[in-house]
């Protein structure tokens, strides 16, 4: 449930004048499991993944990353309202906390930060936004409305994963206009390299639009970085759908994050993905749900390798707001893949596995089972 902090309150017992200020939500998600995988590597990532072995772990948000935050919106008069969010992560299998650095750029997407998630100040009047500081891009928000799982169990699916646009970006100005059943928006997070704007830049666009039981989605994003002096531009596409029909809810999408080097010798990788999935919703407590999705690794034009990931999983609500949840899931490799490099901007191929840039440590004909309990309020 969750708990209204009266910011007015606040300013009284720290002796600070009392003015009208909004009132302040207090939120968050815990989610602890229990996950056995098999073929996991011994040795990290990528060509040193020479043995495998089976592991038991407590997870951490391996359905709902674990997260909690400050929000509150303040009414200016006139249908015009101030809002701000505050968003961190811990882990709730060791109680750590966010790291100590703040992110950076807009090529600077880590979870670092103690509001790392979000950090957003803005203004809105009925169907407009816009929002200041470090927020989700257009193409992660895309890619939640159609992806089979519907954004959980992101520790298992590799959708967040194909997105070279990034989960979020810091230094961004976002702008979104609502209309009847569909939407827009754009957003603008700035390099912040001095004699050089369009370094490290980040430009993105979004839509939306439901008709009846069907909702179709679109974003574009590109991105231009410098690495030690090799220029690496980064595009991102995403397009998707959701059908609804009675208890059934399918979805489908496509992506595609594709990266040019245009110094040092001209490269080019791109990594598409296919995603497909149904949910089916036995009861207003349980739902299933089965999702697939398939990614290629392509470098100059040619296949290195392609990854499957096939996942089943179930959910039963035991309120509103507490959930205990199970899955299955299966993940296939073939040949090798492409690695591109973010400390130098070097486009390569791999020689094992997926590839360290997609952040994997499993090898073919991994699976894993999972179950755990997650609570929000």
Not at 147 to 156: A, F, L
Not at 243 to 270: H, M, P, W
């Amino acid at each position: 449930m969750q708990k209204k902090l009266l910011t007015a309150a606040v300013a009284g017992v720290l002796a600070a004048p009392v003015v009208a200020m909004a009132d302040v939500t207090v939120y968050g998600t815990i989610d602890t499991g229990v996950r056995s995988a098999s073929k996991v590597c011994t040795a990290a990532g990528g060509a040193g993944c020479t043995e495998t072995g089976s592991l038991l772990s407590v997870t951490d948000g391996e359905r709902t990353t674990n997260r909690w935050g400050l929000k509150g919106s303040e009414d200016l008069g006139g249908g015009l309202r101030a809002n701000f969010t505050l968003e961190g992560q811990y882990g709730s299998d060791n109680g750590a906390g966010p790291g100590s650095s703040t992110p950076g750029s807009a090529t600077n997407t880590g979870n670092q930060g103690l509001f790392q998630r979000k950090s957003i100040v803005g203004l809105s009047g009925g169907a407009w936004s816009v929002d200041l500081g470090r927020d989700y891009t257009v193409n992660f928000k895309t890619q939640g409305i159609y992806d089979p799982m519907s954004y959980t169990y992101t520790g298992i699916t590799p959708t967040a994963g194909n997105n070279v646009a990034g989960t979020r970006s810091s230094n961004m100005i976002t702008a979104g206009f609502r209309f009847g059943t569909g939407g827009i928006r754009v957003d603008y997070a700035m390099g912040e390299v001095a004699g050089d704007t369009g370094s490290g830049q980040r430009i993105g666009a979004n839509a939306d639009f439901a008709f009846g039981p069907v909702t179709l989605a679109a974003a574009y994003s590109t991105r231009s970085d410098t690495f030690a002096g090799l220029d690496l531009d980064q595009d991102t596409y995403n397009i998707g759908g959701v059908y609804k029909l009675g208890a059934l809810t399918f979805r489908a999408g496509y992506s595609s994050s594709e990266y040019k080097q245009t110094s040092g010798g001209t490269q080019k990788a791109d990594t598409p993905m296919y995603a497909l999935g149904v949910q089916y919703d036995f009861t207003p407590a349980v739902s299933g749900r089965i999702g697939y999705y398939n990614m290629e690794f392509n470098l100059n034009d040619v296949k290195a390798g392609s990854r499957d990931w096939f996942i089943l999983a179930i959910d039963y609500n035991l309120s509103k707001t507490t959930t205990l949840y199970a899955a299955v899931d299966v993940s296939g490799i073939k040949d090798s893949s492409i690695t591109v490099s973010g400390a130098t901007g070097i486009i390569t191929a791999g020689t094992a596995g997926i590839g360290a840039t997609q952040g994997s440590t499993v090898q073919d004909g991994s699976t894993g089972i999972s179950a755990g309990i997650m609570h929000a309020f």
